[in-house]
């Protein structure tokens, strides 16, 4: 079968239309791919989001085990580091994501006895970071077109102690029906210190956060043009 330009265009779009947070930036060091990050092995996404998987990335793509926890100061800026494909090192944006798949980017984090082991799933999750959309940009064409990165403050008033970090980016361009929307996320491991622990953050769990039916998950981006986006999840933390 011959396939028309416009068929040609799109396939080559899908073909990079995936990511993976592959690795972290701390004080302005990569801590290397696959290092205190659990990496997938295929770059697709979750769409189900009451599967255990929504959590920090799963079945049906099996994520690698890392016993490095990456130790970050508490109100110091990290940074998730997005790739179409593990070990890439081609130009933004082409290596990042495709640009077509629009949607915010949020940060969680989840206070663990021990990062290296902990799943992820079930409570304990509060948000710390989101971009969703604004004056006609996404937070996902942010982190595209700015090389994959996602910058994160790690909250100064949190208790000291192992973290899980959940770095997300959610896809609209298929949300107009529930799964619809593509879930891209993967955990880091932390060890916070000098955090003051004067604030404990209300949490919520994965899966449980997000509902088929919130209105940033279920929505037509294209018809009508979205004028404003209700980013899913709870409200960001703050000290």
């Known amino acids: ?43 697709g996404p979750i769409q189900d989001v009451t599967s255990s998987s929504i959590a920090c990335n799963g079945s049906p793509n099996p994520t690698t085990a890392t016993s490095k926890i990456i130790t970050v100061q508490a109100g110091s800026n990290v940074t998730a580091i997005w790739r179409y494909m593990l070990g890439g090192t081609g130009s933004a ?26 799943s992820g799933v079930g409570g304990g999750w509060f948000k710390i970071q989101q971009d969703g959309f604004a004056n ?15 910058d994160i403050k790690i ?7 192992q973290y899980l970090l959940r770095a997300e980016m959610i896809a609209l361009h298929g949300a107009s029906s529930y ?8 955990c880091a491991q932390l060890n916070v210190v000098g955090g003051t622990g004067a604030k404990t953050p209300a949490t919520v769990s994965f899966p449980g956060a997000y509902s088929g039916t919130d209105p940033g998950i279920k929505l037509s981006i294209y018809y009508p043009v979205v004028a404003s986006y209700t980013i899913p999840g709870p409200s960001v933390f703050t000290c």
């Open 1 to 43: 079968m011959k396939l028309s330009l416009p068929l040609i265009a799109a396939a080559a779009g899908v073909a990079n239309a995936h990511t993976i947070f592959s690795s972290l930036e701390v004080g302005g060091v990569n801590q290397g791919e696959g290092q205190g990050v659990r990496i997938p092995s295929y770059n």
């Open 155 to 161: 909250p100064q008033c949190i208790a000291p102690g």
């Open 93 to 118: 944006p082409n290596d990042v994501m495709d640009i077509s798949h629009r949607g915010p980017t949020i940060a969680y984090l989840k206070k663990v006895t021990n990062a290296a082991t902990d």
């Open 179 to 186: 799964p619809g929307a593509q879930f891209y996320m993967e």
């Open 136 to 150: 006609g940009v996404w937070g996902t064409e942010k982190v595209v077109n700015g090389k994959g990165r996602q």
